[in-house]
């Protein structure tokens, strides 16, 4: 990563002396001059904040990496004393606010509200002064090839801006589904910029349409169950209603995102749930209070991009007066895990303790379709109410793993241990062969989807089977404790019942495939032989023939469940190659 000077020939309009520094229309942005209709193209973004960089020492413009389009990550850096290099990023004791802007592109508005947030802070003194204990770091487009590839039409439903960008990156990926498992490149510069600025609170910008109502901004926070313990007890009791309340003293009406598709609001809808392949869900596997912004498409351009500007300084705002709280449930959110000794791995929602909101909606009908012989959902702007609803916003464990001391990753699974390695999680490798007693679990069952999602075949209701053995691992496995801050990001991805686990991403697909086998009609005297010395099996044999009526009609299966109870069957076979150690 490097910090980046441009020089732009039409930049040079732009006066860098300080009789100009309070001159807020030396960086009027073009959503302002469009009078809200427009929102600016890539280059003209990275411009914009490059020009703030060279006229105020306060911000600092770095590059890491690279994304799928060929083009670096940015990042914007707000800080009092200036930023020079990311080591200092990395070393801030400040409070620490991470936001990201265009992951979906053809939603603009964080891209315009942080421009305009930004430049403000650094041409008032007074907030200046405010913000003097606070880093501020802006990711002004993640998504740079969804933003290049730029048109008119995509976003069906959306009120503004004349054009925009697309929704999937240069490979077509959705971005935020891939914070776990890092298809992208974008995935892997994120990790490094998230990871360096260590951030409190992170904010991530995204417009949406899943009913119509009166509110032109919802948020979502992350799950706070999932979040759990003082963190989560913070973020529902604490952050989400501050951050409600400061919105309101500012006239702008919000409410939690309505996640409804193809019902009403009024009846009621649960809350989101951001397992860690959604950006809030990802941040909170290490710590890291997150929130989406999402505002609604169907509102005016302009309103959108100025009431995500409010959020933005709202939660700075509560940042700053929660700060010293914040900083020491991060430091402490690990020790408490650990002190649960189990790790909740699925959730559901608890449908007995909703929560009662005043909603603002409009009424709704069922009309007869215009373009079909069927029917379609109405929503009616010029009768509109206030109902109070259930928000079912509680959610209760279902599963749950014990946790163990460390885990054992043996070598060669090369694309899990990079991903370990961009999430800063700490491992070492035996210097000698070594032999332990770990817990052994092999895949009992899955299903798969059906249709390709993000690249994958995601796998799902995977259910393992465990076993305590004697395990020889080789010199360069990988020995990974869990008492570290990443544990919860070695949970959710080494337990492969978990949502979003490396297995059910297809990382370990290769175990699902026997590489050995036999011919029958060889292996029929070698059975018979088997059953004969171990008449134990052949009483399991005979008791399943007798109890399963659909084994009983297939010798086929009757013969392979033989086989896998002798030594030729392979060790491989449906065995995953991440271990449990429980004491050492």
Known sequence: MKKIVYFISFLLLLSCNASKKNNTTAFSTLFEKSEGRETPEYKDVIAYYAALADTYSEISLFSFGQTDAGEPLHLVVYNAEGIYNVNEIR?????TLLINNGIHPGESDGIDASMLFLRDIVQNDSLKKTYKNTLIAIIPLYNVGGALNRNTHSRANQNGPNTYGFRGNARNFDLNRDFIKQDTKNAAAFAEIFHTVNPDVFIDNHVSNGADYQYAITHLFTQHNKLGGDLGRFLETKMRPSLEHSLQEKGIDITPYVNVWGTTPEAGWSQFYDSPRYSTGYTTLFNT???MVETHMLKPYKIRVEQTYELLFSMLDFTVKNSREIKTLRENAVAQIMANQTYP???????????????????????????TNGKRLFYDQSLPFTKAVNYYNNFVATKEVK???????????????????????????????????????????????ENAYEGHYLHYNTVVEKTKKSIHFRKGDLYIPTRQNGIRYLIETLESEGVDSFFNWNFFD??????????????????????????????????????????????SAQLSFVYKKTLHYEKAHLMLPVFKVYSR
């Open 403 to 449: 946790l163990p001391k460390a885990y054992v990753l043996q070598q060669g699974w090369h694309r899990v241990v990079t991903r370990l390695q961009n999430n800063n999680i700490e491992f070492t490798r035996f210097k000698a062969d070594t032999t332990l007693v770990v817990e052994v679990q092999h895949i009992k069952n899955y299903k798969t989807r």
């Open 91 to 95: 070393d801030s004791k400040k409070n």
């Open 289 to 291: 209070f997150g929130m």
């Open 510 to 555: 290769t175990i699902l495939q026997q590489k050995e086998g036999y011919s029958g009609y060889v292996f029929e005297e070698v059975a018979a032989n088997f059953l004969r010395e171990n008449p134990s099996v052949k009483k399991a044999l005979e008791e399943k023939i007798k109890t399963d009526e659909d084994f009983a009609k297939n010798p």
């Open 345 to 371: 791995l699925h959730y559901k929602v608890d449908k007995k303790q909703p929560t009662t909101l005043l909603f603002k909606g409009y009424e709704a009908s069922i009309l007869d379709s215009k373009v």
